[in-house]
């Protein structure tokens, strides 16, 4: 649904709640360890590769 939503126009954003640690900062109980995990830089590969290569979406709206 989500391809859908993006080839038709109908999702402009596509977005992430990102933030970045470091190892050191998991360290501990879980209780301990600071939330956030790394994710942001696989973001574009993930578009690339499920939008335009496997759904041949165009490269326009990730450009935009």
Request: glycine share 10%; hydrophobic share 40%; charged share 20%.
């Amino acid at each position: 649904m989500l391809w859908q939503g993006i080839a038709y126009g109908h999702v402009d954003i596509i977005g992430t709640d990102h933030i970045h640690r470091d190892n050191t900062s998991k360290a501990g109980s879980v209780w301990d360890a600071l939330p956030g995990c790394p994710g942001l830089e696989t973001m574009l590969p993930v578009m690339l590769t499920e939008w335009h290569h496997k759904r041949g979406i165009s490269l326009k709206p990730i450009a935009r």
